[in-house]
């Protein structure tokens, strides 16, 4: 009898492996005591001011963080601060954040993910429990820092994309009745999967884990799913919306992996059996050292990034949300090929597939068959049309038409911001630019409170 839901079936090793998921962590993250004060407690806040934080591991959450912010100014509230944790590479926050020009608080990140090797609460639970205590400690120590920079900020809405240390230190610290907080991430859906979506070890557990992660935001904020599913309390894809694909566009494949392996496995077929009139660019976080086919390795870098997609026929990636999100939105194909050990990407690829089953593909490692499929699809027949059509639809009309759960409705202000808009539409720098066009406008002053490794000293003031 196969399990279904609840996970009736004798002997099946689902639910007991999500209980002990469960209990295990729970056991570390219990609320803030009857007799405990709230650091926030005074704390107030303007309806017309917001906050955006993020959490800094890869680019997803940053990327729909600074869409976020673009939407939101649209509609006049006034960005009052950024929040991300240490995770946040110190590049990405020269280019994307720190020319807003609004006070930036970082704060140790629990970690999650590891590129090299997986979902760390699974694939290394000391290494997660530790660094979940480290970060405990931390709020506590320094709740009175972190309490300056919100009563600075005087923001009425905290936007949250799965900033999970932040989330913890507000259910430490509840939020006074004039500061609402909206947690919004893609992976609130996956907690809506049931062990019939599950199927390895690593997926149930994963799962399990997300689940608990889940409950700490809610204990703070509304958490809204990010997705195509559509309804009532989620939100389509905070996303750029690319170009359509053009007829008789030059084949160009690109690749994102989140480790060499699958970069190598992709050059060493490509070596064997090269393709004639196609390009291959692979981004990772160190390219490699020789590649030995037609494949272009580079380094991970959002403008080349940007550029080579603008012109892509395909893409193939470790089964992240956005880029698969925008691939659709361009109508090409997508082979997503999960990181092995990450059980977030496991579910992503199963959920995308079935979202999309004309333009995503799923598979546990790279063959010529996939190859084949991506560089032959055919791109103008109506099933993958209907279905990047449909998605384009829905980010279209959060962009146009707004939501309840981002700002509220209604079209969206003329302002500076149909500059930064027109911009971000041409490239990734010229977000950062007409961000620091609009921060020198509005002559803000920078202030960068930053606690951890991106600062060394402890509490840092810019």
């Given at each position: 009898?196969?399990c279904?839901?609840?996970?009736?079936a004798?002997g099946?090793f689902?639910?007991p492996?999500?209980?002990?998921?469960k209990c295990a962590i729970?056991?570390?993250?219990?609320?803030?005591?009857?007799e405990?004060v709230?650091?926030?407690?005074?704390?107030?806040?303007d309806p017309?001011?917001?906050?955006?934080?993020?959490?800094g591991?890869?680019?997803?959450?940053?990327?729909?963080?600074?869409?976020a912010v673009?939407?939101l100014?649209?509609?006049?509230l006034?960005?009052?601060?950024?929040?991300?944790?240490?995770?946040?590479s110190?590049?990405m926050?020269?280019?994307?954040?720190?020319?807003?020009?609004?006070?930036?608080?970082?704060i140790?990140?629990?970690?999650?993910?590891?590129t090299e090797?997986?979902?760390i609460?699974?694939v290394?639970p000391?290494?997660f429990?530790?660094s979940?205590m480290?970060?405990q400690?931390?709020?506590?120590?320094?709740a009175?820092?972190?309490?300056?920079?919100?009563?600075?900020?005087?923001?009425?809405?905290?936007?949250?994309?799965?900033?999970?240390?932040?989330?913890?230190?507000?259910?430490?610290?509840?939020?006074?009745?004039?500061?609402?907080?909206?947690h919004?991430?893609?992976?609130?859906?996956?907690?809506?999967?049931?062990f019939d979506?599950?199927?390895?070890?690593?997926e149930?557990?994963?799962?399990?884990?997300?689940?608990v992660?889940?409950s700490?935001?809610?204990?703070s904020?509304?958490?809204?799913?990010?997705?195509?599913q559509g309804?009532?309390?989620?939100?389509?894809?905070?996303?750029?919306?690319?170009t359509p694909l053009?007829p008789?566009?030059?084949?160009?494949i690109?690749?994102y992996?989140l480790?060499?392996?699958?970069?190598?496995?992709?050059?060493?077929?490509l070596a064997?059996?090269p393709?004639?009139d196609?390009?291959f660019?692979c981004?990772?976080?160190?390219p490699?050292?020789?590649?030995?086919s037609?494949?272009?390795?580079h380094?991970?870098?959002?403008?080349?990034?940007q550029?080579?997609?603008?012109?892509?026929t395909g893409?193939i990636?470790?089964?992240g949300?956005?880029?698969?999100w925008?691939?659709?939105c361009r109508?090409?194909p997508?082979?997503t090929?999960?990181?092995e050990g990450?059980s977030?990407?496991?579910l992503n690829?199963?959920?995308?597939?079935?979202?999309?089953?004309t333009?995503v593909?799923?598979?546990?490692?790279?063959?010529?068959?996939?190859?084949q499929?991506?560089?032959?699809?055919?791109?103008?027949?109506?099933?993958?049309?209907?279905?990047?059509?449909?998605l384009r639809?829905?980010?279209t009309?959060l962009?146009?038409?707004?939501?309840p759960?981002?700002?509220?409705?209604?079209?969206?202000?003329?302002s500076?911001?149909?500059?930064?808009s027109?911009?971000?539409?041409?490239?990734a720098?010229?977000?950062?630019d007409a961000?620091?066009?609009?921060?020198?406008t509005?002559?803000?002053v920078?202030?960068?409170?930053s606690?951890?490794?991106n600062?060394?000293?402890?509490v840092?003031?810019?």
């Amino acid at each position: 009898m196969a399990c279904a839901g609840g996970c009736p079936a004798p002997g099946c090793f689902k639910a007991p492996i999500a209980s002990f998921s469960k209990c295990a962590i729970g056991m570390a993250i219990k609320g803030p005591s009857s007799e405990s004060v709230s650091a926030m407690a005074n704390v107030r806040g303007d309806p017309n001011r917001f906050v955006v934080a993020f959490c800094g591991s890869g680019t997803g959450h940053l990327t729909q963080a600074m869409k976020a912010v673009e939407l939101l100014q649209a509609r006049g509230l006034v960005l009052a601060g950024v929040a991300t944790d240490t995770d946040a590479s110190e590049k990405m926050l020269d280019e994307m954040v720190r020319p807003l020009g609004v006070p930036l608080l970082i704060i140790p990140a629990i970690e999650l993910v590891d590129t090299e090797k997986g979902f760390i609460p699974l694939v290394n639970p000391p290494r997660f429990f530790t660094s979940l205590m480290r970060a405990q400690d931390f709020l506590q120590k320094n709740a009175s820092d972190i309490q300056q920079f919100f009563a600075h900020a005087n923001a009425g809405n905290i936007y949250n994309m799965y900033h999970l240390t932040l989330a913890r230190f507000f259910q430490l610290n509840p939020l006074p009745p004039s500061i609402l907080v909206t947690h919004m991430a893609a992976q609130f859906g996956l907690c809506a999967l049931t062990f019939d979506d599950t199927r390895t070890f690593i997926e149930v557990g994963g799962k399990a884990v997300m689940d608990v992660m889940a409950s700490i935001f809610t204990a703070s904020g509304q958490t809204v799913p990010i997705g195509p599913q559509g309804g009532d309390g989620s939100l389509p894809p905070i996303i750029h919306l690319p170009t359509p694909l053009q007829p008789k566009t030059p084949r160009l494949i690109l690749c994102y992996f989140l480790v060499q392996t699958n970069a190598k496995k992709l050059d060493e077929l490509l070596a064997k059996q090269p393709l004639a009139d196609c390009e291959f660019h692979c981004f990772t976080a160190k390219p490699l050292a020789a590649p030995k086919s037609q494949l272009h390795s580079h380094q991970k870098q959002r403008a080349l990034f940007q550029e080579l997609f603008a012109k892509c026929t395909g893409v193939i990636v470790s089964a992240g949300n956005e880029t698969v999100w925008e691939a659709v939105c361009r109508g090409v194909p997508v082979l997503t090929i999960p990181t092995e050990g990450h059980s977030e990407q496991l579910l992503n690829a199963a959920v995308h597939a079935r979202n999309f089953p004309t333009l995503v593909r799923q598979a546990p490692r790279i063959t010529p068959d996939d190859i084949q499929w991506l560089t032959n699809f055919k791109s103008s027949s109506q099933t993958a049309l209907a279905e990047s059509a449909a998605l384009r639809e829905k980010v279209t009309g959060l962009q146009t038409r707004g939501s309840p759960l981002l700002g509220g409705g209604g079209a969206p202000r003329r302002s500076l911001n149909d500059h930064i808009s027109n911009a971000a539409a041409a490239s990734a720098q010229a977000i950062v630019d007409a961000a620091a066009a609009a921060a020198e406008t509005a002559k803000g002053v920078g202030r960068s409170i930053s606690f951890g490794k991106n600062s060394g000293k402890g509490v840092e003031i810019i």
